[in-house]
C-alpha cells in the first residue's frame, strides 16, 4: 500500500481523489487548509511548514493539487496566484528532493497552458507549444516547468493537463456549477430570470469522477517525464449544457446575458485529445453528461457545500 499525500485535499477535487485513491489500495494522508477537517495542515506559502509535512507524511507517492484555480480570482491579483501556484510548487518539489527518498509526484496544471489556438490544431495535442494568455494559465506552464526541471531518478514527475471537469460540489463561480445554482434558487426567489455569459463557447467537459480516475491511472502508469492530456475529446457548447439543465429542472427560464460574466478574449472552441492518456494507462471515461448534468442539479438543490477550487 503506498502512502500518498495529496495537497489541495480541501478542494473540490480533492475530496473526490482521496476517495478515488483510497479505493484504489493507497494509503492516503490529506493535506490543505488548516480550517478544514483533514488529516495535516499545509499551506505553501510556508516553506518550513511544506517542508515540515513533508517529513512526518514520508509520501511515497504525492498527488499535487493545491492551487489559486479560479482565472478571475488570478487576474485580480497575480501575484497571489504565483505565489501558491509557482512558488508553492517550488518549495513542494525542494522538500522531496531535500528529503532524498524516493517518491512519484503527479503535477496537475491545467489546458489553460495551451492559451488561444488557432483551428487548425484541435483536438489540442501534448506537443503543442504553449502560449498562456492569464495569470493563472501563466503560473501553471511555470509549475510545469518546475515540476520537469526538478526530476531525477528519485523523484519521478508525471503532469496531467485537465480540461474543463464538472460533478457535484463544485464551486458556482465556475460556469455549470453556477447554472445550476442559480437554477436552484430561482423557486426561492420568485424570479425567472437566469444570468449568463457567453453561451456560444464550445468547452471540453468531463466529469470529476473520471478526472480523478483518470490520475489514479497516471500515477500508476503515466511515464516519469510525460505530459497527458485529461478530456473528453468533444466539444460542447455552453448553451446547449444550459439547455440540459434547465430541460432537467422542468421550470420556465428566461435567460439574460450579463456583460459582467463575459470573459475577455473568451476562445470559442477548446477541446482536446486524451489518445495518449488512453494509450497509456487504459482509461476511458464513464460518467455520461446527462447523468453529470443531473447530479449537479441535485446537488444545488440539496444545498450542498460547495468547495473552490483545488484547495
Known amino acids: 500500500m503506498a502512502r500518498l499525500l495529496i495537497t489541495g485535499a480541501s478542494g473540490f477535487v480533492g475530496a473526490y481523489a482521496a476517495a478515488t485513491f483510497a479505493a484504489h489500495g493507497y494509503e492516503v494522508i490529506r493535506a490543505g487548509h488548516a480550517a478544514q477537517p483533514l488529516d495535516i495542515a499545509l499551506d505553501l506559502r510556508d516553506e518550513h511548514g511544506v517542508q515540515a509535512v513533508v517529513d512526518v507524511v514520508q509520501p511515497e507517492c504525492v498527488l499535487h493539487l493545491a492551487a489559486q484555480s479560479f482565472v478571475p480570482a488570478a487576474l485580480a491579483d497575480p501575484l497571489a496566484t504565483y505565489e501558491v501556484n509557482v512558488l508553492g510548487t517550488a518549495r513542494l518539489l525542494q522538500a522531496l528532493q531535500v528529503r532524498g527518498t524516493r517518491v512519484r509526484v503527479l503535477l496537475v496544471s491545467s489546458a489553460e497552458v495551451y492559451g488561444q489556438v488557432a483551428a ?11 502560449s498562456p494568455r492569464n495569470p493563472y494559465a501563466a503560473s501553471k506552464a511555470a509549475a510545469e516547468m518546475l515540476a520537469l526541471v526538478a526530476q531525477t531518478p528519485a523523484l519521478e514527475v508525471v503532469v496531467a493537463r485537465p480540461f474543463n471537469h464538472i460533478g457535484p460540489g463544485q464551486d458556482p463561480r465556475f460556469v455549470v456549477a453556477g447554472f445550476a445554482a442559480q437554477l436552484a434558487a430561482l423557486p426561492q426567489n420568485g424570479s425567472r430570470i437566469l444570468q449568463v455569459g457567453n453561451l ?3 468547452r471540453d467537459f468531463l466529469d470529476v469522477r473520471d478526472v480523478v480516475r483518470a490520475y489514479v491511472g497516471l500515477m500508476r502508469d503515466g511515464q516519469a517525464g510525460e505530459i497527458y492530456n485529461v478530456c473528453s475529446g468533444r466539444p460542447v457548447a455552453m448553451k446547449e449544457m444550459l439547455r440540459r439543465l434547465i430541460e432537467l429542472s422542468g421550470q420556465p ?17 477548446f477541446y482536446g485529445d486524451a489518445t495518449k492518456l488512453e494509450r497509456e494507462t487504459g482509461w476511458v471515461p464513464k460518467y455520461p453528461l446527462a447523468d453529470s448534468l443531473a447530479a449537479i442539479l441535485e446537488a444545488a438543490r440539496a444545498g450542498a457545500p460547495s468547495v473552490a477550487g483545488n484547495g
Not at 120 to 130: K, N
Not at 253 to 269: A, I, K, M
Open 120 to 130: 487548425e490544431y484541435f483536438p489540442l495535442r501534448e506537443t503543442l507549444a504553449l
Open 253 to 269: 427560464v428566461e435567460v439574460r446575458q450579463d456583460p459582467q460574466r463575459l470573459r475577455l478574449h473568451d476562445v470559442p472552441r
Open 200 to 202: 456560444d463557447a464550445e
